[in-house]
């Protein structure tokens, strides 16, 4: 496997991550619409059927079908972050792990993973740049142990 495919890999799971939040966001608004339809009003007098009924079996199942979806996306992304996070574990360098797992699981932005980890330093705010350096060197080569650990254990 090349750092190529790695990177491939992580950054499938980071933007299905946000998918999976947009997801549920769509589903939190879908919630709402269904609370906020009235009810139709009843009375005695025959009438063609209300279109406001339709409109909220379509809704109904149109919820139903999007906590099926994001429930298969959950358990999926579930499978493929054990394996990412089996794969990081094993990363020697712990800040080359720190980095990864910052990067692609927690979903971090570079600035926020420069600053966690050399935030510290007294020299940080006149060397920003020169330890954001730092962080992608670790990061290239986090990717590249990666790689030969994919390859090494095909099970990833």
Request: proline share 4%; charged share 35%; glycine share 2%.
């Amino acid at each position: 496997m090349t750092v190529v495919d790695v990177k491939s890999i992580l950054i499938a799971y980071r933007d299905t991550e946000r998918y999976i939040d947009v997801q549920i966001e769509r589903l939190e608004l879908l919630e709402a619409k269904i609370e906020s339809v009235g009810s139709p009003t009843l009375s005695d007098m025959p009438k063609p059927p209300s279109p406001s009924v339709d409109r909220i079996a379509e809704m109904a199942q149109r919820k139903v079908d999007l906590e099926a979806k994001i429930k298969r996306l959950m358990q999926e992304q579930a499978f493929v972050r054990s394996r990412i996070e089996k794969a990081t574990e094993e990363l020697p360098d712990k800040m080359q792990r720190t980095v990864i797992q910052t990067r692609y699981l927690d979903r971090e932005k570079w600035d926020t993973i420069n600053f966690m980890i050399f935030g510290g330093e007294a020299d940080y705010a006149d060397k920003a740049d020169s330890y954001m350096r730092r962080i992608m060197i670790l990061h290239g080569q986090a990717l590249e142990k990666l790689a030969e650990i994919y390859e090494a254990d095909r099970s990833l």
